[in-house]
């Protein structure tokens, strides 16, 4: 049993050598870079809508006239 677990553990903390992980990171940091560039007012407008409309449906259920759909399928 102890070996097994030893086993285990050799393989899941077994460390590469190279350079691969560091390339892949900077790769993707490049590229969400990037896109916040190319996207900056897509996600600017997103991010209004979204918190535009959470506002509103707010103000509806603290001033008692929206309503709060419950899904039947949860019970």
């Known amino acids: 049993m102890n ?3 030893r086993a285990i553990k050799s ?3 077994k460390k590469e050598k190279g350079i691969d992980g560091i390339l892949v990171t900077i790769g ?3 590229i969400a870079l990037v896109l ?3 996207m900056k007012d897509s996600l600017a407008a997103f991010i209004e809508n979204i918190t535009g409309s ?3 449906k ?3 259920i603290l001033s008692g006239s929206g309503t709060i ?3 039947p399928w949860l019970w």
Request: with cysteine; aromatic share 4%.
């Open 58 to 60: 707010a103000q509806e």
């Open 11 to 13: 393989c899941l903390f």
């Open 54 to 56: 959470m506002t509103e």
């Open 28 to 30: 993707l940091c490049i």
């Open 36 to 38: 916040c560039v190319v």
């Open 69 to 71: 759909a419950i899904n």
């Open 3 to 5: 070996r097994l677990v």
